[in-house]
């Protein structure tokens, strides 16, 4: 198997978010996906082969964090269209059957690559008994982010919070299905981001998660909702950091950033 590392979300090596890329003739067992995905150890392992001609989509794509497989991913999808596009494997848009639906990413001529996913549905909910404790700051709002994502989106006070946070993850992962995403207002948009957010997926074996791709779909319409503008750029602020342009579209959400391959190896085993 070919195997390589491919950074998102970032123009440069060694930040955004990194994701193992394996484009397959077949997807084996779920056993051995599984057994790769943790040999990786990143936050996401993507799976990709390709499909008939004439169908909806274009290739299969399933994704897997060290201990599970995830319903959706915007990281690692990014990371597979690079490697589609940059290797020649596929030309131009490529549309992927996902458990999410069919996904799909468009390169354009300065690099980057722009995904269609669907919005998240935001439901608000009472703040959970324990959140603010396990969190180590008191939300100003809380909402569910619906099936495909399966976390709390937790509105804090302003950035520096954000930032600052050192929540107890054993005891956040006891308020959601994957993880909580924490988010405030930028202080300074002339920095070039809109809002800020850190996501914490201790249930899927990701204490903090650089960059999330899928977080951004929910991310997206409550700060345009907030900001009044479809289009917003949002910074994760985790060690490695990055940028995610996000326009709502109604039920859609286009999620846009760069992408770095940094390592392009075999898998042996």
Same mark, same amino acid.
């Given at each position: ?6 950074? +998102? !979300?970032?123009? @440069?090596?060694? *930040? /955004?978010?990194? &994701?193992?890329?394996? %484009?397959?003739?077949?997807f $084996? ?11 990786v150890?990143?936050?996401?392992? +993507? !799976?990709?082969? @390709?499909?008939? *001609? /004439?169908?909806? &989509?274009?290739?299969? %794509?399933?994704?897997?964090? $060290? ?20 290797t020649?494997?596929?030309e /131009?848009?490529v ?29 608000p909910?009472?703040?959970?008994? /324990? ?40 005891a956040l992962?006891a ?8 988010t ?6 002339a920095r070039?981001?809109d ?9 899927v ?7 999330t ?47 770095v ?9």
């Amino acid at each position: 198997m070919r195997i390589r590392i491919v950074d +998102a !979300f970032t123009d @440069r090596p060694f *930040a /955004g978010n990194p &994701a193992g890329v394996l %484009l397959l003739d077949a997807f $084996p067992d779920d056993d051995r996906l599984q057994r790769v995905a943790l040999e990786v150890n990143h936050s996401e392992t +993507a !799976f990709a082969h @390709r499909l008939p *001609a /004439g169908g909806e &989509a274009d290739w299969a %794509l399933r994704w897997f964090t $060290p201990a599970t497989e995830v319903a959706m991913c915007g990281h690692a999808t990014l990371a597979t269209a690079h490697v589609l596009h940059t290797t020649g494997a596929h030309e /131009g848009p490529v549309r992927f059957a996902t458990r999410s639906g069919v996904l799909a990413a468009t390169p354009h001529e300065d690099g980057s690559i722009t995904l269609d996913f669907p919005t998240a549905p935001l439901t608000p909910v009472e703040t959970p008994a /324990g959140v603010a404790a396990a969190l180590g700051a008191e939300p100003l709002t809380v909402l569910d982010t619906g099936p495909n994502i399966g976390d709390l989106l937790v509105e804090v006070a302003d950035e520096s919070t954000v930032r600052g946070l050192t929540p107890d993850l054993k005891a956040l992962a006891a308020h959601s299905e994957r993880g909580v995403i924490a988010t405030a207002r930028a202080e300074d948009p002339a920095r070039g981001y809109d809002y800020v957010s850190r996501c914490f997926f201790p249930n899927v074996g990701i204490d903090e998660d650089p960059v999330t791709g899928s977080a951004h779909t929910a991310l997206a319409p409550f700060w345009s909702e907030r900001l009044g503008r479809p289009g917003l750029t949002g910074l994760q602020a985790s060690s490695r950091s990055g940028l995610v342009r996000t326009e709502v579209r109604g039920e859609r959400t286009l999620l846009s950033g760069h992408a770095v391959t940094v390592v392009d190896g075999e898998l042996l085993a």
